[in-house]
């Protein structure tokens, strides 16, 4: 078994306890495995240890690799969780399965206009900036759920759930509250919230998704 494959039963094992100790199905949580940065010969022995669901930051990196990843492993999920472009909304749309960063009325614009033209239904989630932090992307806390109506109804759009990246050095948990309080405030029942370092944190507090990368792949190199 390789090193990644032995990493990926580590997560799988915790992310069980967790869901145990909050008195949880494992099975109500989906653990997307973030290959961001990594090249396909990286990702493939997660792929051949049975993991099927990835995320990735960049339309344009996730371009040229799944493409190919995809042709041997057809039943791939494949998740946005980063910052999108709105001159890359068509390629996201003809991409992603699932695009978790739904964050401004121009992207929700741009991907109806691509969800109607190229006749795909990817699933969104509007990401959120529960810590209000001015360099990160996301609706603010207060304006969350009137835009998620507006999503809906004036632009047709099936909105899911709800996304969010607590900042590093606060507590997750009361972000993690805060995203559920505002799901249930919207009437959404996917919360996609916890990476590495605090996704057991994050079910206890209701995800029902996790995107975890270094625990499984190790560190980045960003160079």
């Not at 068509?90 to 399965?97: I, K």
Request: glycine share 8%.
């Amino acid at each position: 078994m390789s090193e990644t494959a032995e990493r990926l039963d580590d997560v799988k094992r915790a992310m069980n306890a967790s869901a145990e100790e909050a008195g949880r199905p494992a099975s109500d949580i989906t653990l997307v495995a973030v290959s961001k940065t990594h090249d396909a010969e990286t990702i493939r022995p997660v792929l051949d240890a049975g993991q099927r669901i990835f995320g990735e930051n960049r339309v344009q990196e996730a371009q040229g690799k799944w493409p190919a990843l995809r042709e041997d492993y057809p039943d791939t999920e494949l998740h946005l969780i980063g910052p999108l472009q709105s001159n890359k909304a068509a390629d996201a749309v003809a991409l992603f399965d699932v695009i978790e960063t739904v964050d401004r009325e121009k992207i929700a614009r741009e991907l109806a206009k691509e969800i109607e033209k190229q006749g795909k239904t990817p699933r969104l989630l509007v990401q959120v900036n529960t810590g209000k932090e001015e360099q990160k992307a996301g609706i603010m806390p207060e304006d969350a759920v009137a835009f998620v109506a507006r999503c809906r109804d004036e632009y047709g759009l099936t909105i899911d759930g709800l996304m969010c990246i607590p900042p590093v050095d606060d507590n997750p948990g009361p972000h993690f509250a805060l995203l559920d309080k505002l799901a249930n405030e919207a009437g959404l029942s996917t919360l996609s919230m916890g990476m590495s370092a605090d996704f057991e944190t994050a079910i206890r507090f209701g995800a029902t998704h996790i995107r975890v990368g270094s625990a499984i792949f190790g560190e980045r190199d960003y160079g």
